[in-house]
């Protein structure tokens, strides 16, 4: 059974930095895309990052660029986001999902598996 797990959410204050991990199981995702997306309440899933299979290649939200990043470990199977300068319009559920393909996309309709979620919340 192929799982994502996400962790590393919780609450934190305006400014301050989270590191989210995203572990899979059940099979390997070395050779695929991985991403990150977040949803707020009320609101649409939304694209956060994404990464190509082998690290080489990353894509953020422009909300995001410069104070997030994305990156990945395919020997413990698990993807980051590292979350600096966090801001109170951060706070969602963040959630990872590995593509069936090599490359990035930000379409979250592109991506096979996802994750359970975890909680970011920045208070200002």
């Known amino acids: 059974q192929v799982q994502l797990v996400e962790s590393g959410g919780g609450l934190v204050q305006a400014g301050g930095s989270l590191r989210l991990s995203c572990a899979a199981s059940g099979r390997t995702f070395s050779s695929n895309g991985m991403g990150w997306f977040r949803q707020a309440p009320g609101k649409e899933r939304e694209f956060v990052a994404a990464i190509s299979w082998s690290g080489g290649s990353t894509f953020y939200a422009d909300s995001v660029k410069g104070r997030f990043t994305i990156s990945r470990d395919n020997a413990k199977n698990t993807v980051y986001l590292q979350m600096n300068s966090l801001k109170p319009e951060d706070t969602a559920v963040y959630y990872c999902?590995?593509?069936?393909?090599?490359?990035?996309?930000?379409?979250?309709?592109?991506?096979?598996?996802w994750g359970q979620g975890t909680q970011v919340t920045v208070s200002s």
């Open positions: 999902a590995a593509h069936l393909r090599p490359h990035m996309s930000l379409r979250a309709t592109e991506y096979t598996y």
